[in-house]
C-alpha cells in the first residue's frame, strides 16, 4: 500500500495549483483539477480521497457548442471520505463529516455530517446514522 497514497512530497507540489489541508491521505490514482482562470479545488484537513477520483473545478464541454467554459471553486471539507472512482463537479461544496460512496457524481452541495451515494449522488444518511449502522 505504500504507493497507492501520495507522499508529503507529492501532497506539497499538488499544493501549487490547489489548496490542500493537513493529514489527508490522496491516492495516487485521482485527478484533481488544477487552478484554473476562475476556479480552484480546496480540500480540507484530515480528508481522504480514493483511487479513481476526480475531482473537477472547470467543465469544458460548452466549448463543442461555441460556449463558454464553466469554472467554480470546489470544496471538500474537512474529516470527508470520498469513495473510489467518483466524480466531483465543478463549483460544488462537500462539508465537513461527509462520505461519498464508491462511484458516485456529485453535482450539488452537500451539507455537514452526511452520506451521499449513486449517479446522481443522492442523500443516503447522516454521517451519526452510518457511524450507529457500522459500528463495531
Request: with cysteine; proline share 3%.
Amino acid at each position: 500500500m505504500a504507493d497507492y497514497w501520495r507522499t508529503e512530497t507529492d501532497i506539497i507540489k499538488l499544493r501549487s495549483k490547489c489548496d490542500i489541508g493537513t493529514g489527508c491521505s490522496i491516492s495516487r490514482a485521482c485527478a484533481i483539477d488544477g487552478n484554473r482562470p476562475a476556479g480552484r479545488v480546496s480540500i480540507g484537513n484530515n480528508t481522504t480521497i480514493t483511487e479513481g477520483v476526480m475531482i473537477l473545478c472547470h467543465d469544458a464541454a460548452g466549448t463543442r457548442t461555441n460556449c463558454r467554459i464553466q469554472y467554480g471553486h470546489t470544496i471538500i471539507g474537512d474529516k470527508c471520505f470520498i469513495g473510489i472512482r467518483s466524480v466531483i463537479l465543478p463549483g460544488v461544496t462537500i462539508g465537513d463529516n461527509c462520505i461519498v460512496g464508491a462511484c458516485s457524481v456529485v453535482t450539488k452541495d452537500i451539507p455537514h455530517d452526511e452520506v451521499w451515494a449513486g449517479n446522481p449522488a443522492k442523500f443516503i444518511c447522516t454521517a451519526a446514522d452510518y457511524k450507529i449502522k457500522h459500528k463495531k
